[in-house]
């Protein structure tokens, strides 16, 4: 599986926590859920880490079935608006990645 993996830090304040929470879910989401090929979106609140506090809000994977339909899906509107919007309400908090899964069973 192939994924544009979000990573957003914290920010800085409540209200402004409160407001990115919003646009996520109200805003975000449905653009996302646009992208041509996507299997799925899946968003990870972090809620803290081994020494207490994080300064991650939250990381969301955008996956694809494979190679050949991240390529594709990187090359629509849908996936430029998703970028437009993400520096729009998260500008400095949020880096962007890409990546190939690999799983390891126990």
């Known amino acids: 599986m192939y994924k544009v993996i979000a990573i957003y830090k914290?920010?800085?304040d409540?209200?402004?926590?409160a407001k990115f929470e919003e646009h996520y879910k109200t805003v975000?989401?449905?653009?996302?859920l646009k992208i041509p090929g996507i299997k799925e979106l899946r968003t990870?609140?972090?809620f803290g880490g081994p020494t207490g506090a994080s300064n991650l809000q939250m990381v969301a994977?955008?996956?694809?079935e494979?190679?050949?339909a991240w390529k594709a899906?990187?090359?629509t509107p849908e996936m430029m608006e998703s970028g437009k919007d993400a520096m729009k309400f998260a500008g400095d908090l949020v880096s962007v990645h890409f990546?190939?899964?690999?799983?390891?069973?126990a």
């Open 10 to 12: 914290m920010p800085t």
């Open 14 to 17: 409540e209200v402004t926590k």
């Open 28 to 32: 975000h989401t449905p653009i996302c």
């Open 44 to 46: 990870n609140k972090i």
């Open 61 to 64: 994977e955008m996956c694809f």
């Open 66 to 68: 494979n190679k050949d």
């Open 73 to 75: 899906a990187m090359k």
């Open 99 to 105: 990546a190939e899964e690999n799983i390891v069973k």
